[in-house]
């Protein structure tokens, strides 16, 4: 039975370390609330970094019974811009995570 070599098992000991990384990072971000606006701040929705929606407020100004079709519309806007923050947010925190990593062993 042969012995792994010594790079093989520091590359195993850093993606051991990154998956930590990771799992810490995910964590924080699903807790995290994003909160975003629309229709010039009448709309406001907040959701967790897990895509979870927590909340959305409405200005009445912009409840017209006549025309429920607008309020849907800036609460889907208000939606998606809090969720792209979330999203930008992981991604930064999971790029930091990448851009740490030794992978010099693997690119040969």
């Known amino acids: ?3 792994m070599p010594k790079d093989m098992r520091q590359l195993m000991q850093q993606a051991q370390q ?3 990384q990771i799992e810490q990072a995910q964590s924080a971000l699903a807790d995290t609330t994003y909160e975003a606006t629309a229709g010039g701040g009448v709309v ?8 979870e929606v927590v909340s959305i ?5 912009v409840l017209d019974p006549d025309d429920s079709e607008t309020a849907g519309d800036l609460a889907v806007a208000a939606v998606n811009a809090a969720l ?5 947010d992981a991604a930064a925190s999971m790029g930091g995570i990448a851009e740490g990593a030794d ?6």
């Open 1 to 3: 039975m042969s012995r």
């Open 84 to 88: 792209a923050m979330a999203n930008e």
């Open 57 to 61: 407020a409405f200005d009445p100004a």
């Open 103 to 108: 992978l010099d062993g693997l690119l040969g």
């Open 18 to 20: 990154m998956q930590t």
């Open 44 to 51: 406001t929705a907040v959701v967790r970094g897990s895509g």
